[in-house]
């Protein structure tokens, strides 16, 4: 995968988290016992109430994708990995991106902070990727 400048390396993460949501998980949760949910009005159990769409499930080329993201993570100081898969993260389903005041209290410093280091370990990866 040919990746031409920093905005499509920190890209490349955003899209990783999101494909991250369609992977299956590592052990099944339902597959422990439980009750099914019943619904507590009898019209709801025929389909006539909202329907919830979810993502489909990840196709070879988006898996291929996040294996891609996966290995220049290796790259990362183990600090800078876990800050910018917290700001993929924290940015699926976001309009206006990363949540950053909440990335800074998981990170105990201001929001200002966590923006710049993750913008820092961004630029320091595309200089390692040359």
Not at 18 to 30: G, N, S, V
Not at 91 to 119: D, M, S, Y
Request: aromatic fraction near 10%.
């Amino acid at each position: 995968m040919v990746i031409s400048d920093v905005g499509e390396l920190s890209a490349l993460f955003f899209r990783a988290a999101e494909i991250e949501r369609k992977l299956p998980r590592a052990y099944d949760l339902r597959a422990r016992g439980y009750w099914p949910e019943v619904p507590p009005d009898p019209g709801l159990a025929y389909g006539y109430n909202e329907v919830e769409v979810r993502p489909g499930p990840a196709s070879a080329a988006e898996v291929t994708l996040w294996e891609h993201a996966i290995g220049l993570t290796k790259l990362f100081e183990p600090d800078e990995a876990r800050l910018v898969w917290a700001a993929a993260h924290s940015a699926v389903g976001r309009a206006r991106g990363p949540a950053w005041r909440r990335i800074a209290k998981q990170l105990r410093c201001h929001p200002e902070t966590a923006r710049r280091r993750f913008e820092r370990a961004i630029l320091g990866l595309w200089y390692k990727m040359l």
